[in-house]
């Protein structure tokens, strides 16, 4: 059998297959009202899409865990119980797919309160349901960025608590595995880089002080949630800064820290805490990140970066390279990748009833 297309299971939670769908935001919610930050129709649709093409696992789009916690005001978010019942929708659909429903719970930091890509993505005020971001130090992330609000100790502990909370509602609305959004510059990432932490308490300076509110958030969220069900933890494995950022031989270090909190997979990915730097971007690129991690720790890892070919994805996993594969782009591109991949590897996958004439 392919190895792409073997169940995987974490804790209790069994995934039918090792394609996964990574947290892509659509920048879809309503900004304002009754409904902000929740899912409508197109979260629906979009996700559904996925999950009736075969995906093994989705994890939804960061979802903030509070309303500044967003990248931008049309994230999804996870604060009130407005946004669960919308989730419920959701996650129910996913489940009757064969699917296992994650969520990723994430706090954007001195990156919060941008437009959307199509409209440029530059920071926007209150004027455009802007807000003015928080990170752990006063610097912004570039040029035409804000200079953030520097957080103290009790705002930190606040945010502690927003994902406690946030984990809470997601178990509520369906959800069977919870991410920790801690890379690709966001507020995490923040901490644990020293190009972007430069506090001078005990939230900055040495490696320990700077994964402290990482580990914080990390063992609130595995205090409420259920000991048979996975949590999982995303990364930039590196800043791909020359000195000042954070390094491959940290991510393993602190993977081995990460599994002792109760992390049950690495979710690797790179980049996105400095601006400007140059990325050698190609097939592949962040997988050997994800295969160190493999090799030099216990901890479970999924790769992702420019995946595409479904070839490609099963030599990753019967490699042991990752247990899985995230696909981003490509599963934007075709909702029914894994139903190919399948055909192609001589794999079994969930098809809907009503698509039995396309098998």
Request: aromatic fraction near 8%.
């Amino acid at each position: 059998m392919s190895a792409l297309f073997e169940p995987y299971v974490l804790r209790e939670v069994t995934i039918p297959n090792r394609v996964w769908m990574p947290p892509m935001c659509q920048y879809s919610a309503a900004p304002e009202g009754p409904d902000t930050g929740a899912p409508n129709d197109w979260h629906f649709a979009h996700y559904g899409a996925r999950a009736a093409g075969g995906t093994g696992l989705i994890v939804v789009e960061a979802t903030g865990v509070s309303p500044e916690g967003r990248i931008s005001p049309w994230d999804l978010g996870i604060w009130n119980d407005r946004q669960v019942e919308a989730f419920l929708r959701i996650t129910r659909f996913l489940v009757s797919q064969g699917t296992v429903p994650a969520i990723q719970l994430a706090h954007a930091g001195r990156k919060a309160s941008t437009d959307r890509p199509w409209k440029g993505g530059a920071p926007v005020g209150p004027d455009s349901y802007g807000w003015q971001p928080v990170a752990p130090s006063a610097i912004p992330f570039a040029d035409g960025h804000p200079v953030p609000t520097e957080l103290t100790v009790e705002g930190i502990q606040e945010v502690v608590g927003q994902f406690a909370d946030a984990a809470r509602r997601a178990l509520a609305a369906g959800f069977e595995i919870a991410e920790i959004h801690g890379a690709h510059g966001y507020l995490i990432n923040e901490f644990l880089s020293p190009h972007s932490n430069h506090r001078t308490d005990e939230y900055g300076g040495s490696y320990e002080n700077r994964t402290r509110f990482a580990l914080q958030v990390v063992d609130a969220v595995r205090a409420v949630w259920p000991q048979d069900k996975p949590l999982f933890f995303r990364i930039s494995a590196t800043d791909w800064l020359e000195k000042d950022g954070w390094t491959a031989d940290d991510t393993v270090r602190f993977a081995a820290d990460l599994k002792a909190h109760g992390i049950d997979l690495l979710d690797v990915s790179t980049g996105g805490n400095a601006s400007g730097v140059h990325i050698p971007v190609g097939p592949g690129y962040q997988v050997p990140f994800a295969a160190r991690v493999k090799a030099e720790t216990s901890l479970p890892v999924a790769a992702v970066g420019l995946i595409t070919e479904a070839e490609q994805a099963e030599k990753i996993v019967a490699n042991d390279e990752a247990d899985a594969v995230l696909l981003g782009r490509e599963l934007l591109r075709n909702p029914s990748w894994a139903r190919h991949a399948a055909r192609e590897l001589g794999g079994d996958v969930h098809v809907p009833d009503q698509y039995h004439r396309s098998v």
